[in-house]
Nanobody, 124 residues
Framework: QVQLVESGGGLAQPGGPPRLSCAASGSIFSITAMGWYRQAPGQQRELVATITSANTINYADSVKGRFTISRDNAKNTVYLQMNSLKPDDTAVYYC??????????????????WGQGTQVTVSS
């Protein structure tokens, strides 16, 4: 129904900055919120940043002042600009979107969708 395609990961030097992108496609009626999560080896997946359709933004304390999330509603795309990278930022970064999709005529359903993940590695 909905596909989230991420790009922009890879090997980064401390100080960065790579920019991650995530584009949503499919039978989309609307997208309430999009965001980024990350999971380091042996760790639980954690929130990095989220942004709503009204541009309400939330950051994890660990990335405040270094990362910037933004969104292009016309393209159903969310971005994560990462500055002042640290080795602790090394993780697989996952895109998330809360999407309302068409399931039948005049019928919609809201669900969370995830991207496949993109590796960001920050060398020390």
């Amino acid at each position: 129904q909905v596909q989230l395609v991420e790009s922009g990961g890879g090997l980064a030097q401390p100080g960065g900055p790579p920019r991650l992108s995530c584009a949503a496609s499919g039978s989309i009626f609307s997208i309430t919120a999009m965001g980024w999560y990350r999971q380091a080896p042996g760790q639980q997946r954690e929130l990095v940043a989220t942004i709503t359709s009204a541009n309400t933004i939330n950051y994890a304390d660990s990335v405040k002042g270094r990362f910037t999330i933004s969104r292009d509603n016309a393209k159903n795309t969310v971005y994560l600009q990462m500055n002042s990278l640290k080795p602790d930022d090394t993780a697989v970064y996952y895109c998330n979107a809360r999407v309302t999709v068409w399931v039948a005529v005049a019928t919609t359903r809201t669900s969370d969708f995830w991207g496949q993940g993109t590796q960001v590695t920050v060398s020390s």
